[in-house]
């Protein structure tokens, strides 16, 4: 087993775990740690993209994620002024219907995968981190889901603002 096998159990560990940690946080309920441990998740995911020498996509997910989405997120957290929240009792029809819920989702990803064949008949890769390709195919075959991800992310910014608006009575 050489360095990037290494690295990369390490990375993948730490992008588990840190996001577990921001769901199921025992440490605090604070919600700026659990913002903190995402960032952490995302810091260890952009890891995982370098030893996949996607140099470009780690840039990315360290500057878009880690750095402007992150500032909105804590900008948003702190504009709510969330306390700690006491620990409320779990509703057992909520956490049924969440088992369910997810037990369902797995189902179908198991289905799903076990019915294919991943990897199956993909093309040779042509160019490593080559970023006009990545740029061909985000402004082509992605176009859809690129805006729609532009057009949630301006609904999130007008939101927060009509949030901390104060009113004027």
């Known amino acids: 087993m050489g360095l990037p096998d290494i690295l990369f159990y390490i990375f993948a560990f730490l992008t588990l775990a ?5 769901v199921a946080n025992p440490f605090s309920r604070n919600p700026v740690t659990s913002a903190m441990f995402l960032v952490l998740t995302i810091i260890s995911m952009a890891g995982l993209f370098v030893l996949l020498h996607a140099f470009f996509l780690a ?8 750095g402007a989405v992150m500032v909105l997120f804590l900008f948003v957290i ?5 306390k700690e929240e006491e620990r409320r009792k779990v509703k057992k029809l909520g956490l049924v219907a969440g088992l369910i819920s997810v037990g369902a ?3 179908i990803f198991v289905r799903s995968l ?3 064949q991943p990897g199956k008949d993909l093309p040779a890769p042509t160019a490593v981190g080559d970023t006009a390709t990545l740029g061909k195919m985000l402004f082509t075959n ?3 889901p690129f805006e729609i991800v532009s057009i949630l992310l ?12 104060k009113d004027l009575k």
């Open 18 to 22: 840190c996001g577990v940690l921001v």
């Open 59 to 66: 840039a990315v997910q360290v500057l878009v994620y880690a």
């Open 78 to 82: 702190m504009l709510l002024d969330l």
């Open 105 to 107: 989702i797995v189902a």
């Open 114 to 116: 076990l019915a294919t």
């Open 142 to 144: 992605y176009l859809l």
């Open 154 to 165: 301006l609904v999130a910014m007008v939101g927060v603002i009509l949030l901390s608006k």
